[in-house]
Each structure stands twice: as C-alpha cells, then as structure tokens.
C-alpha cells in the first residue's frame, strides 16, 4: 500500500533501524498542496487578468487568492508533518520527534485559523474584533510556515537520532564540543 523506505546509516557497517511505510495518501495532500499554492501564487502576478477570467471584481479575487494560497500551504504542511511524524513512530519517538508534531501542528493550526477567517470573510460573515486577525495575513501566514518548518525541521531531527546506532549516537555526542568550551 505505501512505499518502503529503509533507513540505514554508512559507517563501520550497514544498519537497518527499520522498515518505514509511508502513506502515500499524506504525501498526496502535499502534493495537491504544492501544485494548488503554485496556481494561486502564479495567479497573483496577473490579479485582473485572472478576475476577469473568473468573473469577479479585482478585491473578491484577491481573496480567492488568498483562500487558495492559504489552503495549499494548509495541505503541503499537514501532509508532511503527518508523514514524517508517521515515519517518526516508526522508527522510535524522540524527543525532538514530539517537538517537531507539536511544532507543526502549531504550525498548521495558525494556517487553518487564518483560512477559516479568509473563509468567513469570503462568505461576508460578520467578524469580531478578534477575527480582523485576516487583515494581519501576511504576518500571520510567516508566522504559521515558521512554525511548521521549525516542525518539520524537529521531526527530521528526530527521525535521523532514533535511525542512528546507539553506539553511534554517543559517538556523535561525546564527539561534539561543548557550549563552555572556546576555540583555541
């Protein structure tokens, strides 16, 4: 059903941490993300030529913009957190792992807030004072990518610590300088 990836580490010898199956229905959602995100993004480089072609006024296509631009990112960000944290499981929890699903869940939850009030201002819902959080798009939406890049960013982290050997792992560890120490 999914496709297998085997996670294995070059060093003193080849080591399989385990077989990991990747639901390929998460990374379609990413997929679907990406190419949805791309036609809005090229969308906005020509906005009236689009609200022409879409019958719309020059300000409800910039919405619809928005809505699409938003829903990609939504999709991209849920698929890969859902795969990797996935992946994650598989081959052990870390704690880095956990950092990461939370991070961007967080992520991913500040994007689907703004689409949902993108949504409601589509559909002339009055909004609270509260929900003007869509006048502030912009800032919001690099707020929500940072934090599920940062997510995704823990969970590939965490997905390299629970594939590495133990032995290897304390290597790595004893290995690297401390914060105390300066260089000489």
């Known amino acids: 059903m999914g496709a297998e990836v085997i996670l294995s580490h070059m060093g003193s010898g080849r080591f399989a941490a385990s077989h990991v199956a990747v639901r390929q229905r998460w990374l379609g959602l990413s997929f679907l993300g990406i ?3 791309l036609a809005a993004q090229l969308s906005q480089l020509y906005p009236t030529s689009f609200a022409d072609g879409v019958g719309l006024s020059a300000t409800d296509a910039d919405l619809v913009l928005r809505i699409m631009s938003n829903l990609g990112q939504v999709f ?6 859902a795969t990797l944290s996935r992946a994650n499981r598989r081959a052990g929890v870390s704690r880095a792992g956990i950092r990461g699903l939370v991070a961007g869940s967080a992520g991913i939850g500040v994007l689907a807030l703004i689409e949902s009030f993108l949504l409601l201002q589509w559909f002339e819902v009055p909004l609270s004072s509260l929900a003007q959080v869509a006048e502030y798009y912009q800032v919001v939406s690099v707020l929500g990518v940072g934090l599920a890049l940062a997510g995704i960013a ?15 792992a304390t290597d790595t560890l004893a290995a690297a300088p401390s914060v105390r120490e ?3």
């Open 35 to 37: 190419w949805v995100y």
């Open 182 to 184: 300066k260089p000489v």
């Open 76 to 81: 991209f960000f849920a698929g890969i957190v």
């Open 154 to 168: 823990s969970l590939a982290v965490g997905l390299n610590r629970s594939a590495m050997p133990p032995e290897r």
